[in-house]
């Protein structure tokens, strides 16, 4: 079964500094893939998705990121960060012929004065 | 605001008790998806119902159950609750099947 692993819980940033979110998903055969972003005391919202096509996603609010099928990896990036990116993001997938998209236990990004 | 809306926004009940959570999708959406989120579980996938039918079905425990109505909002019933069920309950909506999920703000269910 697909699975989608997020390797770090959190990541602490200084504001206008890169930064780097990771994601690698279990299964190789074809998927969706997606990122969302949960503000406080909200519900997600989507950032980017990869269907198909250029490996490179461009996103909301200046985020991409890059699919990787060899390492089954889709790493979300943004070059300088502000602190109204503070919240948490999800990586999600899904196979495509499925429905199901599953969501990894999330990133939480702290933006550091 | 991404169009979806959910009732109550909290709610607190007690053990083995019933609570139904409901969900408007936004207009024109035909796909419902229920998740449930807490802190030791991460986001999980309960259900998807596309235009009334059960489409997809996850990590939902007998004891919970939906369905999608005629006119596509949704109802998750969550019955003999116990104190684990304490989560926030999301319902997302999206055109189709694997499209962009918009998601509602959430109710929030304490089970004392």
């Known amino acids: 079964a697909q699975s989608v692993t997020q390797l770090d819980s959190q990541v602490p940033v200084f504001e206008e500094a890169p930064v780097e979110l990771r994601c690698n998903y279990s299964?190789?055969?074809?998927?969706?893939l997606f990122w969302y972003v949960q503000y406080p005391n909200q519900g997600l919202q989507l950032l980017l998705k990869?269907?198909?096509?250029?490996?490179l996603v461009k996103g909301i609010n200046g985020f991409e990121a890059e699919f990787n099928k060899s390492q089954t990896s889709f790493h979300l990036r943004k070059p300088s960060v502000h602190i109204s990116d503070t919240a948490e993001y999800f990586c999600a997938v899904s196979d495509q012929g499925d429905d199901k998209i599953i969501f990894g236990k999330g990133t939480r990004l702290h933006i550091l004065p | 605001d991404s169009g979806v809306t959910q009732t109550p926004k909290h709610l607190i009940t007690a053990t083995g008790q019933r609570v139904t959570l409901r969900c408007s999708p936004r207009?024109?959406?035909?796909?419902v998806y229920w998740y449930q989120q807490s802190l030791d579980q991460g986001l999980q996938f309960l259900i998807q119902y596309y235009n009334g039918e059960e489409r997809a079905k996850g990590n939902i425990l007998e004891r919970f159950s939906a369905q999608q109505f005629p006119d596509l909002h949704s109802e998750l019933n969550l019955s003999s609750l116990e104190l684990g069920d304490s989560a926030l309950y999301f319902c997302?909506?999206?055109?189709?099947?694997?499209?962009?999920?918009?998601f509602g703000p959430g109710t929030r269910l304490t089970v004392l």
């Open positions: 990869y269907l198909s096509g250029s490996t």
């Open positions: 207009s024109g959406d035909l796909s």
């Open positions: 997302a909506s999206s055109v189709g099947f694997v499209d962009e999920q918009f």
């Open positions: 299964s190789s055969v074809s998927v969706y």
